[in-house]
Protein backbone atom coordinates (compact mmCIF):
# COMPACT_ATOMS: atom_id res chain seq x y z
CA UNK A 1 0.00 0.00 0.00
CA UNK A 2 1.49 3.43 -0.92
CA UNK A 3 2.24 6.29 1.67
CA UNK A 4 0.46 9.61 1.54
CA UNK A 5 3.68 11.29 0.37
CA UNK A 6 3.53 8.41 -2.80
CA UNK A 7 0.14 8.67 -3.66
CA UNK A 8 0.82 12.64 -3.62
CA UNK A 9 3.82 12.15 -5.58
CA UNK A 10 1.89 10.09 -8.30
CA UNK A 11 -1.32 13.02 -8.12
CA UNK A 12 1.77 15.53 -8.90
CA UNK A 13 3.30 13.46 -11.67
CA UNK A 14 -0.12 13.01 -13.78
CA UNK A 15 -0.97 16.68 -12.85
CA UNK A 16 1.20 18.08 -16.18
CA UNK A 17 -0.04 15.33 -18.66
CA UNK A 18 -3.82 16.09 -17.22
CA UNK A 19 -3.65 19.62 -18.02
CA UNK A 20 -1.77 18.78 -21.48
CA UNK A 21 -4.58 16.36 -22.56
CA UNK A 22 -7.52 18.28 -21.26
CA UNK A 23 -10.24 18.64 -23.97
CA UNK A 24 -8.59 16.17 -26.37
CA UNK A 25 -9.85 13.21 -27.99
CA UNK A 26 -8.24 9.76 -27.52
CA UNK A 27 -9.56 6.74 -28.85
CA UNK A 28 -9.15 3.56 -26.60
CA UNK A 29 -9.28 0.09 -29.12
CA UNK A 30 -10.18 -2.77 -26.55
CA UNK A 31 -10.61 -6.51 -27.95
CA UNK A 32 -12.97 -8.88 -26.94
CA UNK A 33 -11.14 -10.37 -24.14
CA UNK A 34 -11.25 -8.26 -21.35
CA UNK A 35 -15.21 -8.48 -21.75
CA UNK A 36 -15.04 -12.39 -20.93
CA UNK A 37 -13.79 -11.15 -17.57
CA UNK A 38 -16.39 -8.86 -15.44
CA UNK A 39 -13.53 -7.39 -13.50
CA UNK A 40 -11.49 -6.26 -16.11
CA UNK A 41 -14.43 -4.70 -18.04
CA UNK A 42 -15.16 -2.59 -14.60
CA UNK A 43 -11.59 -1.80 -14.41
CA UNK A 44 -11.31 -0.68 -18.10
CA UNK A 45 -14.85 1.13 -17.05
CA UNK A 46 -13.44 3.00 -14.38
CA UNK A 47 -10.11 4.22 -16.39
CA UNK A 48 -12.28 5.92 -19.00
CA UNK A 49 -14.66 6.81 -16.46
CA UNK A 50 -11.56 9.10 -15.00
CA UNK A 51 -10.43 10.27 -18.39
CA UNK A 52 -13.75 11.68 -19.09
CA UNK A 53 -14.10 13.42 -15.68
CA UNK A 54 -10.92 15.32 -16.04
CA UNK A 55 -12.00 16.89 -18.96
CA UNK A 56 -10.06 14.58 -22.17
CA UNK A 57 -12.87 13.39 -24.71
CA UNK A 58 -12.37 9.79 -24.67
CA UNK A 59 -13.85 7.33 -27.37
CA UNK A 60 -14.20 3.30 -26.88
CA UNK A 61 -13.85 0.75 -29.68
CA UNK A 62 -14.53 -2.66 -29.39
CA UNK A 63 -14.26 -6.06 -31.17
CA UNK A 64 -15.50 -8.98 -30.11
CA UNK A 65 -13.51 -12.07 -31.64
CA UNK A 66 -13.64 -14.64 -28.88
CA UNK A 67 -17.31 -14.03 -28.16
CA UNK A 68 -17.90 -14.56 -32.13
CA UNK A 69 -16.13 -17.80 -32.28
CA UNK A 70 -18.33 -18.63 -29.06
CA UNK A 71 -21.36 -17.73 -30.41
CA UNK A 72 -20.45 -19.52 -34.43
CA UNK A 73 -19.37 -22.89 -32.83
CA UNK A 74 -22.89 -22.56 -30.94
CA UNK A 75 -24.55 -22.37 -34.27
CA UNK A 76 -22.52 -25.33 -35.82
CA UNK A 77 -20.29 -23.01 -37.98
CA UNK A 78 -16.73 -23.17 -38.28
CA UNK A 79 -15.08 -20.01 -38.00
CA UNK A 80 -12.36 -19.30 -40.70
CA UNK A 81 -9.80 -16.58 -41.42
CA UNK A 82 -7.82 -14.87 -44.08
CA UNK A 83 -4.69 -12.98 -43.52
CA UNK A 84 -6.38 -12.51 -39.47
CA UNK A 85 -9.42 -11.37 -40.85
CA UNK A 86 -13.14 -13.59 -40.65
CA UNK A 87 -14.85 -14.63 -43.54
CA UNK A 88 -17.82 -13.14 -43.25
CA UNK A 89 -20.97 -14.65 -45.37
CA UNK A 90 -24.58 -13.93 -44.55
CA UNK A 91 -25.06 -15.96 -41.89
CA UNK A 92 -21.68 -15.15 -39.81
CA UNK A 93 -22.67 -11.64 -40.40
CA UNK A 94 -26.03 -11.88 -38.05
CA UNK A 95 -23.67 -13.40 -35.61
CA UNK A 96 -21.04 -10.78 -35.66
CA UNK A 97 -24.08 -7.90 -35.44
CA UNK A 98 -25.88 -9.58 -32.29
CA UNK A 99 -22.02 -10.18 -30.74
CA UNK A 100 -20.51 -6.55 -31.16
CA UNK A 101 -24.09 -4.31 -31.30
CA UNK A 102 -26.09 -6.60 -28.81
CA UNK A 103 -23.77 -8.61 -26.66
CA UNK A 104 -20.64 -6.86 -25.78
CA UNK A 105 -21.74 -2.96 -26.79
CA UNK A 106 -24.56 -3.42 -24.55
CA UNK A 107 -21.80 -4.80 -21.89
CA UNK A 108 -19.30 -1.89 -21.95
CA UNK A 109 -21.90 0.73 -22.22
CA UNK A 110 -23.68 -0.54 -18.73
CA UNK A 111 -20.17 -0.97 -16.86
CA UNK A 112 -19.89 2.57 -17.39
CA UNK A 113 -23.57 4.00 -17.29
CA UNK A 114 -22.88 1.87 -13.54
CA UNK A 115 -20.23 4.34 -12.09
CA UNK A 116 -22.12 7.14 -14.09
CA UNK A 117 -24.23 7.50 -17.07
CA UNK A 118 -22.42 9.15 -19.07
CA UNK A 119 -22.04 6.07 -21.83
CA UNK A 120 -23.98 5.78 -25.43
CA UNK A 121 -23.44 2.95 -27.48
CA UNK A 122 -23.33 3.58 -30.96
CA UNK A 123 -22.58 1.14 -34.11
CA UNK A 124 -20.74 2.10 -36.85
CA UNK A 125 -24.09 1.41 -38.89
CA UNK A 126 -25.23 4.43 -37.00
CA UNK A 127 -26.05 7.83 -39.13
CA UNK A 128 -23.42 5.79 -41.11
CA UNK A 129 -20.26 6.48 -38.49
CA UNK A 130 -18.50 4.15 -40.60
CA UNK A 131 -19.16 4.14 -44.05
CA UNK A 132 -17.49 0.82 -45.99
CA UNK A 133 -16.87 -0.60 -49.19
CA UNK A 134 -16.39 -4.30 -49.87
CA UNK A 135 -12.22 -4.82 -49.11
CA UNK A 136 -12.17 -8.41 -50.58
CA UNK A 137 -14.86 -10.41 -52.52
CA UNK A 138 -13.03 -13.56 -50.78
CA UNK A 139 -13.90 -12.05 -47.71
CA UNK A 140 -17.54 -11.52 -48.09
CA UNK A 141 -19.60 -9.01 -45.90
CA UNK A 142 -16.10 -7.58 -44.82
CA UNK A 143 -15.73 -3.54 -45.14
CA UNK A 144 -12.80 -0.85 -45.08
CA UNK A 145 -13.57 2.57 -43.84
CA UNK A 146 -14.30 4.75 -46.44
CA UNK A 147 -15.84 7.39 -44.30
CA UNK A 148 -16.04 8.06 -40.74
CA UNK A 149 -18.82 10.50 -39.43
CA UNK A 150 -16.66 11.98 -36.98
CA UNK A 151 -19.29 14.95 -36.37
CA UNK A 152 -21.40 12.72 -34.48
CA UNK A 153 -18.54 11.42 -32.24
CA UNK A 154 -17.77 15.10 -31.51
CA UNK A 155 -21.30 16.19 -31.35
CA UNK A 156 -21.77 13.63 -28.02
CA UNK A 157 -18.84 14.60 -26.40
CA UNK A 158 -20.09 18.38 -26.47
CA UNK A 159 -23.13 16.80 -24.72
CA UNK A 160 -20.83 15.76 -22.05
CA UNK A 161 -21.17 11.72 -23.42
CA UNK A 162 -18.84 8.76 -23.86
CA UNK A 163 -19.25 7.15 -27.27
CA UNK A 164 -18.97 3.75 -27.03
CA UNK A 165 -18.24 2.34 -30.52
CA UNK A 166 -19.20 -1.36 -32.00
CA UNK A 167 -17.78 -1.95 -35.53
CA UNK A 168 -20.08 -3.02 -38.04
CA UNK A 169 -19.92 -0.63 -40.69
CA UNK A 170 -22.59 0.17 -43.76
CA UNK A 171 -22.27 0.92 -47.84
CA UNK A 172 -24.13 3.71 -48.94
CA UNK A 173 -26.97 1.40 -49.38
CA UNK A 174 -27.44 0.69 -45.74
CA UNK A 175 -25.47 -3.37 -46.32
CA UNK A 176 -24.00 -3.92 -43.06
CA UNK A 177 -20.07 -4.81 -42.81
CA UNK A 178 -17.83 -6.83 -40.76
CA UNK A 179 -15.14 -3.92 -40.31
CA UNK A 180 -11.53 -5.07 -38.35
CA UNK A 181 -11.28 -3.27 -34.66
CA UNK A 182 -8.44 -1.77 -35.18
CA UNK A 183 -8.87 -0.70 -38.78
CA UNK A 184 -11.36 1.32 -37.36
CA UNK A 185 -9.83 2.61 -34.23
CA UNK A 186 -7.21 4.16 -36.25
CA UNK A 187 -9.85 5.71 -38.61
CA UNK A 188 -12.31 6.91 -35.89
CA UNK A 189 -8.80 8.38 -34.43
CA UNK A 190 -7.55 10.26 -37.78
CA UNK A 191 -10.90 11.90 -38.61
CA UNK A 192 -11.39 13.32 -35.28
CA UNK A 193 -7.97 14.68 -35.13
CA UNK A 194 -7.52 12.54 -31.94
CA UNK A 195 -4.45 13.50 -29.57
CA UNK A 196 -4.03 9.37 -29.27
CA UNK A 197 -4.58 6.03 -30.12
CA UNK A 198 -4.37 3.71 -27.51
CA UNK A 199 -4.45 -0.21 -28.54
CA UNK A 200 -5.33 -2.53 -25.30
CA UNK A 201 -3.23 -5.64 -26.58
CA UNK A 202 -2.82 -9.18 -24.43
CA UNK A 203 0.69 -8.39 -25.21
CA UNK A 204 3.25 -5.99 -23.19
CA UNK A 205 3.94 -4.14 -26.57
CA UNK A 206 6.69 -4.07 -28.50
CA UNK A 207 9.63 -6.58 -27.57
CA UNK A 208 12.90 -6.47 -29.13
CA UNK A 209 13.17 -10.14 -27.98
CA UNK A 210 9.92 -11.74 -28.13
CA UNK A 211 11.14 -14.21 -25.30
CA UNK A 212 12.20 -11.81 -22.87
CA UNK A 213 9.74 -9.67 -21.41
CA UNK A 214 12.42 -6.98 -20.35
CA UNK A 215 12.95 -6.02 -23.57
CA UNK A 216 9.86 -3.96 -24.17
CA UNK A 217 10.53 -0.85 -26.65
CA UNK A 218 9.27 1.94 -25.15
CA UNK A 219 9.20 4.47 -27.96
CA UNK A 220 9.95 4.59 -31.84
CA UNK A 221 8.96 6.47 -34.54
CA UNK A 222 6.41 5.51 -37.14
CA UNK A 223 9.35 5.41 -39.93
CA UNK A 224 11.30 2.85 -37.40
CA UNK A 225 8.55 0.62 -36.96
CA UNK A 226 8.18 0.32 -40.73
CA UNK A 227 11.42 -0.88 -41.04
CA UNK A 228 11.46 -3.38 -38.14
CA UNK A 229 8.54 -4.66 -40.07
CA UNK A 230 10.32 -4.46 -43.62
CA UNK A 231 12.89 -6.31 -41.80
CA UNK A 232 11.25 -9.03 -40.62
CA UNK A 233 11.95 -7.86 -37.17
CA UNK A 234 8.61 -8.09 -36.26
CA UNK A 235 6.27 -10.93 -36.57
CA UNK A 236 2.80 -12.41 -36.05
CA UNK A 237 -0.22 -10.18 -34.56
CA UNK A 238 2.66 -7.79 -33.67
CA UNK A 239 2.61 -6.64 -37.26
CA UNK A 240 -0.59 -5.14 -38.01
CA UNK A 241 -0.95 -3.63 -34.59
CA UNK A 242 2.21 -1.71 -35.55
CA UNK A 243 1.58 -0.99 -38.62
CA UNK A 244 -1.98 0.30 -37.30
CA UNK A 245 -0.09 2.80 -35.16
CA UNK A 246 2.56 3.75 -37.56
CA UNK A 247 -0.54 4.35 -40.52
CA UNK A 248 -2.09 6.77 -37.47
CA UNK A 249 0.89 8.52 -36.44
CA UNK A 250 1.36 9.30 -40.52
CA UNK A 251 -2.60 10.59 -40.56
CA UNK A 252 -2.45 13.14 -38.33
CA UNK A 253 -2.76 11.52 -34.59
CA UNK A 254 -0.70 12.77 -32.00
CA UNK A 255 0.89 9.44 -31.16
CA UNK A 256 -0.37 5.77 -30.92
CA UNK A 257 0.34 3.01 -27.94
CA UNK A 258 0.41 -0.59 -27.55
CA UNK A 259 -0.26 -1.39 -24.17
CA UNK A 260 -1.10 -4.65 -21.78
CA UNK A 261 -4.66 -4.36 -21.43
CA UNK A 262 -4.47 -7.43 -18.91
CA UNK A 263 -2.37 -5.01 -16.22
CA UNK A 264 -4.44 -2.91 -13.82
CA UNK A 265 -5.23 0.51 -14.88
CA UNK A 266 -3.61 0.28 -18.23
CA UNK A 267 -4.30 3.05 -19.26
CA UNK A 268 -3.78 5.54 -16.70
CA UNK A 269 -0.37 4.41 -15.48
CA UNK A 270 1.04 4.83 -19.65
CA UNK A 271 -1.06 8.20 -19.98
CA UNK A 272 -0.52 10.09 -16.56
CA UNK A 273 2.94 8.70 -15.29
CA UNK A 274 6.69 9.72 -16.94
CA UNK A 275 7.41 5.63 -17.12
CA UNK A 276 4.59 4.80 -18.91
CA UNK A 277 3.71 0.92 -19.64
CA UNK A 278 3.75 -0.15 -23.15
CA UNK A 279 5.00 1.14 -26.61
CA UNK A 280 4.60 4.62 -28.02
CA UNK A 281 5.02 5.13 -31.71
CA UNK A 282 5.11 9.16 -32.35
CA UNK A 283 5.88 11.05 -35.94
CA UNK A 284 9.49 12.23 -34.56
CA UNK A 285 11.93 10.78 -31.82
CA UNK A 286 11.26 12.38 -28.58
CA UNK A 287 7.73 12.98 -29.58
CA UNK A 288 5.13 12.63 -26.82
Known amino acids: MMTPNETAALLIQALPYIRRFTGKVIVVKVGGLPMTDPARARSLAKDVLLLHSVGIRPVLVHGGGPQIDEQMKRAGLTPEFREGLRVTDSETLDIVRMVLVGKINRELVGALNALEPVAVGVAGEDARLLETEPLDPALGFVGTVTRVNAGLLHALHEDGLVPIVSTVGANKDGQPYNVNADDAARAIAIAMGAEKIIYLTGAPGLLADPSDPAS ?62 GTMVCAEAGGD
Open 216 to 277: LVQRLTAGEARRRIADEAVTGGMIPKLTSCAEAVEGGVGSAHMIDGRAEHAILVELFTDQGI
